[in-house]
């Protein structure tokens, strides 16, 4: 980890140097493994113009991920390419779909500043999905909430204790039931 440090700091250095108009930040992530996520961040014109993107994922292979012993950790490399403006379809394609090396993402319309939190926040999204539980908590809790039905009768149609699904017979009650509520109405 310690030569990751070091690796990562060059790297940044000469991606600041080379690029001027984008700003580069890199967080090391150990989740079991170490995930390396570059941020570059600026407008699309800027990764578009000449291929940036691609020369920043070779440089990126080339004195970074070259460097890295661990299989594993080689393969957990990615780039996250902010977009200030909204990228076209077809970049975003070029980029996200490229196998060279590393695994890129492009997050567009990105008009906020490029702090620890937000990246952080980034790399859950797009990559270790470690909000899971939250997630799926936060579900539960609405999924349990009380219903209240737009129309009374109609619900009460509906059998509470007896399961419908794949029985033919209660499903073609239920449609009867329906059917003269309709009428009332």
Not at 45 to 53: A, R
Not at 58 to 76: F, G, H, M, P, R
Not at 160 to 175: A, H, M, P, R, V
Request: charged share 30%.
């Amino acid at each position: 980890m310690e030569n990751y440090l070091a690796y990562k700091e060059n790297i940044l250095k000469d991606l600041s140097e080379t690029y001027k108009s984008l700003i580069f930040k890199f967080i090391i992530e150990k989740i079991n493994i170490n995930i390396s996520v570059l941020f570059a961040y600026g407008l699309s014109k800027d990764f578009e113009e000449n291929d940036n993107w691609e020369k920043i994922s070779e440089e990126v292979a080339l004195k970074y991920q070259s460097k890295i012993s661990d299989t594993v950790d080689k393969w957990n490399i990615y780039i996250i390419y902010l977009c200030q403006d909204i990228a076209t379809k077809e970049l975003k394609n070029k980029i996200e779909n490229n196998r060279f090396s590393n695994r890129k993402i492009v997050e567009d319309n990105f008009q906020t500043e490029l702090t620890d939190e937000k990246a952080y926040g980034l790399i859950v999204k797009h990559i270790t999905n470690t909000d899971l539980i939250k997630v799926i908590a936060d579900t539960n809790d609405s999924i349990q909430e009380d219903y209240s039905p737009i129309n009374e009768n109609l619900w009460k149609l509906i059998p509470k204790d007896e399961i419908i699904n794949g029985d033919t017979s209660k499903q073609k009650d239920l449609i009867e039931l329906l059917k003269q509520l309709e009428n009332e109405n």
